[in-house]
Protein backbone atom coordinates (compact mmCIF):
# COMPACT_ATOMS: atom_id res chain seq x y z
CA UNK A 1 0.00 0.00 0.00
CA UNK A 2 0.89 3.71 -0.85
CA UNK A 3 1.28 6.73 1.32
CA UNK A 4 1.59 10.04 -0.03
CA UNK A 5 4.88 11.96 1.28
CA UNK A 6 4.48 15.53 1.63
CA UNK A 7 7.50 17.34 3.10
CA UNK A 8 7.72 21.18 3.99
CA UNK A 9 10.64 23.54 5.15
CA UNK A 10 9.83 25.66 8.21
CA UNK A 11 11.26 28.49 9.93
CA UNK A 12 9.68 27.77 13.68
CA UNK A 13 10.34 24.13 14.44
CA UNK A 14 8.70 24.11 18.09
CA UNK A 15 5.64 26.16 16.86
CA UNK A 16 5.18 23.99 13.46
CA UNK A 17 5.41 21.19 15.56
CA UNK A 18 2.57 22.41 17.79
CA UNK A 19 0.52 23.54 14.74
CA UNK A 20 0.62 20.53 12.52
CA UNK A 21 -0.13 18.14 15.92
CA UNK A 22 -3.29 19.91 16.58
CA UNK A 23 -4.06 20.09 13.04
CA UNK A 24 -3.70 16.01 12.67
CA UNK A 25 -4.73 14.85 16.35
CA UNK A 26 -1.67 13.18 17.29
CA UNK A 27 2.24 13.65 17.70
CA UNK A 28 4.80 13.23 15.30
CA UNK A 29 6.46 9.77 15.27
CA UNK A 30 9.50 10.80 15.29
CA UNK A 31 10.99 14.26 16.55
CA UNK A 32 14.95 15.51 15.87
CA UNK A 33 16.48 18.42 16.75
CA UNK A 34 15.77 19.70 13.03
CA UNK A 35 13.01 17.54 12.03
CA UNK A 36 9.71 15.78 12.74
CA UNK A 37 7.62 12.96 10.88
CA UNK A 38 4.03 11.85 10.83
CA UNK A 39 2.91 8.82 9.59
CA UNK A 40 -0.78 9.28 9.64
CA UNK A 41 -3.23 6.68 8.22
CA UNK A 42 -6.50 9.36 7.64
CA UNK A 43 -5.39 10.62 5.22
CA UNK A 44 -2.74 7.74 4.95
CA UNK A 45 0.40 10.23 4.65
CA UNK A 46 3.69 10.66 5.49
CA UNK A 47 4.10 14.28 6.53
CA UNK A 48 7.24 15.92 7.42
CA UNK A 49 8.83 18.79 8.39
CA UNK A 50 12.05 20.33 8.77
CA UNK A 51 14.59 23.46 9.68
CA UNK A 52 17.68 22.91 8.12
CA UNK A 53 18.06 26.41 5.93
CA UNK A 54 15.97 25.71 2.91
CA UNK A 55 13.46 28.46 1.93
CA UNK A 56 9.94 27.84 3.51
CA UNK A 57 7.04 26.09 1.89
CA UNK A 58 6.72 23.42 0.00
CA UNK A 59 10.36 21.42 -0.24
CA UNK A 60 8.89 18.23 -2.53
CA UNK A 61 6.52 15.33 -2.23
CA UNK A 62 6.50 11.95 -3.24
CA UNK A 63 4.87 8.53 -2.88
CA UNK A 64 6.16 6.20 -0.01
CA UNK A 65 5.81 2.19 -0.98
CA UNK A 66 6.31 -0.70 1.44
CA UNK A 67 7.88 -3.11 -0.55
CA UNK A 68 11.37 -3.43 -3.57
CA UNK A 69 8.60 -4.59 -5.77
CA UNK A 70 6.21 -1.92 -5.31
CA UNK A 71 8.85 0.88 -6.06
CA UNK A 72 10.14 -1.31 -9.51
CA UNK A 73 6.27 -0.74 -10.65
CA UNK A 74 6.72 2.88 -9.74
CA UNK A 75 10.08 3.24 -11.05
CA UNK A 76 8.44 2.47 -14.58
CA UNK A 77 5.59 4.16 -14.45
CA UNK A 78 8.10 7.08 -14.00
CA UNK A 79 10.66 6.47 -16.61
CA UNK A 80 7.54 6.54 -19.14
CA UNK A 81 7.21 10.02 -17.98
CA UNK A 82 10.72 10.86 -18.23
CA UNK A 83 13.74 9.80 -19.43
CA UNK A 84 15.64 11.75 -17.13
CA UNK A 85 14.76 9.72 -13.89
CA UNK A 86 17.18 9.80 -11.06
CA UNK A 87 17.94 7.16 -9.18
CA UNK A 88 19.64 7.25 -5.76
CA UNK A 89 20.12 3.55 -4.15
CA UNK A 90 20.67 3.07 -0.78
CA UNK A 91 20.87 6.65 0.12
CA UNK A 92 20.80 8.50 3.42
CA UNK A 93 18.21 11.26 4.35
CA UNK A 94 15.69 12.23 6.80
CA UNK A 95 17.18 9.90 9.43
CA UNK A 96 16.20 6.78 6.76
CA UNK A 97 18.34 4.76 4.45
CA UNK A 98 16.00 4.57 1.28
CA UNK A 99 16.14 3.60 -2.20
CA UNK A 100 14.73 6.57 -4.33
CA UNK A 101 13.75 7.71 -8.07
CA UNK A 102 13.24 11.39 -8.38
CA UNK A 103 11.42 13.48 -11.66
CA UNK A 104 10.09 16.62 -11.63
CA UNK A 105 6.08 17.35 -12.74
CA UNK A 106 5.50 19.74 -15.85
CA UNK A 107 5.55 22.77 -13.01
CA UNK A 108 9.14 22.11 -11.80
CA UNK A 109 7.73 20.24 -8.08
CA UNK A 110 10.41 17.70 -6.97
CA UNK A 111 8.91 14.00 -6.92
CA UNK A 112 10.05 11.82 -5.40
CA UNK A 113 8.99 7.50 -5.23
CA UNK A 114 10.97 5.81 -2.42
CA UNK A 115 11.10 2.51 -0.16
CA UNK A 116 12.48 3.02 3.42
CA UNK A 117 14.85 0.25 3.99
CA UNK A 118 16.26 1.14 7.96
CA UNK A 119 16.16 3.84 10.49
CA UNK A 120 19.58 5.79 10.52
CA UNK A 121 20.60 8.50 13.76
CA UNK A 122 21.68 10.93 11.14
CA UNK A 123 19.49 13.01 9.09
CA UNK A 124 21.77 12.34 5.54
CA UNK A 125 24.09 13.96 3.41
CA UNK A 126 23.06 17.61 2.60
CA UNK A 127 22.92 19.25 -1.46
CA UNK A 128 22.50 22.37 -3.02
CA UNK A 129 24.92 24.32 -0.92
CA UNK A 130 23.97 22.33 2.58
CA UNK A 131 20.86 23.67 2.51
CA UNK A 132 18.45 21.68 0.43
CA UNK A 133 16.87 18.02 2.11
CA UNK A 134 17.02 15.08 -0.16
CA UNK A 135 16.34 17.12 -3.35
CA UNK A 136 18.96 16.04 -5.72
CA UNK A 137 20.71 19.14 -7.54
CA UNK A 138 19.51 17.99 -10.70
CA UNK A 139 15.94 19.01 -9.61
CA UNK A 140 16.82 22.25 -7.80
CA UNK A 141 18.25 23.17 -10.90
CA UNK A 142 15.02 21.64 -13.52
CA UNK A 143 12.79 23.84 -10.60
CA UNK A 144 15.07 27.00 -11.07
CA UNK A 145 15.02 26.78 -14.64
CA UNK A 146 11.20 26.23 -15.05
CA UNK A 147 10.93 28.92 -13.12
CA UNK A 148 10.84 27.70 -9.25
CA UNK A 149 11.42 29.53 -6.36
CA UNK A 150 13.27 27.11 -4.15
CA UNK A 151 13.63 23.26 -3.45
Known amino acids: MKRLHVH ?3 HDLDGSIRFYSTLFGS ?5 KPDYAKWLLDDPRMNFAISQRGA ?3 LNHLGIQVESAEELAELQGRLQSLQTDVEAELGTTCCYARSDKYWVTDPEGI ?7 LDVVPVFGGDRAGGAECCVPL ?3 TKKRDAGGCCA
Do not use: L
Open 27 to 31: APSVI
Open 8 to 10: VSV
Open 55 to 57: PTG
Open 138 to 140: SMV
Open 110 to 116: AWEAYHT
